[in-house]
């Protein structure tokens, strides 16, 4: 083992709050886990004009450059407008893999939309980062635990939408504000997609008090999981999130605001979480967000036929109203735009909130 200082470290690796220095295991013979979560020193080897930041666990995004020594983790992506990576079937200190997200995750690239983000940065690994005894991963240290079953039975309003940058966090983050405002108590989540924290500290700077990712459960990335991984992580995190907090009134939230990561039909799990029951029966609003008229037509058609309904249509479809007159008039609809935001949606969760209520009384 040798030790080494880590000049940036990915924020995927968060919750094992790693020093800059390290040891690492970097015999090259020495062949290192390709398991995903492993924990990996690697060098960058280029630089790039796009695509070239590394997210830190504070959340500041730093410029990678040639030669900067980074704490990485294996993980797959599948994205549209992004990277394609999976895990290497084997690895040694001295290998080259590519670095497929902001957030830290790497792995083989197996395709990219280089107009989007141009070709995969490329790095070396070093070795792998040792923790007591044995090279890290991020299921060493999480904040809850999967469950096969689930207690909680806190309102959900959950985001999804046709892909990636269909406007999700644009509209979560705007719903967040309007019912902080409003003097909800509101906790976050983000039950799939690639592991980073942007998307969840957004919604903290317009009033969530609490939240999580499938990374406080030592996954970095929810592409091509099985379903029951997905579904009992999911079940862990939201029963975590629905516990009474003695710092905030000694009470659970009084809604858990959801967005899930890539599209309903990628192979991130989106499909396989709104099936879960607990899920269809906790939801109070749904909103799906669309680039354009067909994808948004199959969004509400889709989400119906797996039996959580699309309430409200968001996103670029509803920039003016071409878009949102056949949201209406097509498909039967509410819309809503993020940017020019209207409040005719709260007559609506107001009104299930009540009904709920009265049930439960």
């Not at 040694?92 to 990219?112: F, K, Q, R, W």
């Not at 108590?185 to 592991?195: D, E």
């Not at 009084?254 to 906790?282: S, T, W």
């Not at 609506?348 to 439960?360: C, E, K, N, P, V």
Request: charge should be neutral; hydrophobic fraction near 40%.
């Amino acid at each position: 083992m040798t030790g080494i200082l880590i000049d940036k470290i990915g924020s995927v690796t968060k919750n094992l709050e790693l020093a800059h220095k390290q040891e690492i295991m970097d015999d090259p013979a020495v062949r290192l886990p390709c398991d995903m979560g492993t924990v990996l020193a690697a060098k960058i080897l280029e630089d790039k004009t796009i695509y070239n930041e590394l997210e830190l666990p504070s959340g500041r995004f730093s410029k990678l450059k040639k030669s900067d020594v980074v704490a990485v983790v294996l993980g797959e992506r599948l994205a549209l407008k992004g990277f394609v990576g999976v895990l290497p079937k084997s690895l040694y200190p001295g290998d080259m893999i590519h670095l497929l997200n902001m957030g830290g995750v790497a792995g083989e690239c197996t395709s990219a939309n280089v107009k989007a983000v141009g070709q995969p940065l490329r790095i070396r690994i070093l070795g792998g980062i040792v923790r007591d005894g044995q090279i890290a991963n991020i299921n060493q240290k999480t904040l809850f635990a999967a469950k096969s079953s689930m207690q909680s039975t806190v309102p959900l309003i959950i985001v999804t939408g046709t892909s990636m940058d269909s406007g999700k966090t644009t509209v979560a983050v705007e719903i967040t504000k309007t019912l902080s405002r409003m003097g909800m108590k509101l906790a976050g989540a983000k039950l799939t997609g690639v592991g980073a924290l942007r998307d969840l500290y957004k919604m903290h700077d317009y009033g969530v008090y609490k939240s999580v990712s499938f990374v406080d459960a030592g996954i970095p990335s929810t592409a091509n999981l099985n379903a029951q991984m997905i579904t009992e992580m999911t079940k862990g995190a939201l029963d975590y999130l629905s516990q009474k907090d003695p710092a905030h009134g000694n009470r659970e939230p009084d809604a858990i605001i959801v967005e899930f990561g890539d599209g309903l039909m990628g192979k991130y799990g989106v499909e396989d979480v709104l099936k879960i029951p607990e899920i269809k029966n906790n939801v109070r609003l749904h909103i799906g967000c669309a680039n354009d008229p067909v994808g948004a037509a199959g969004l509400v058609r889709s989400c119906a036929s797996i039996g959580v309904p699309l309430d409200i249509v968001s996103g670029p479809v509803t920039d003016n109203d071409v878009g949102k007159n056949i949201i209406h008039d097509e498909l039967g609809v509410m819309s809503y735009n993020a940017f020019n935001p209207t409040t005719e949606w709260m007559d609506l969760i107001i009104s299930r909130w009540l009904h709920a209520y009265q049930l439960s009384a």
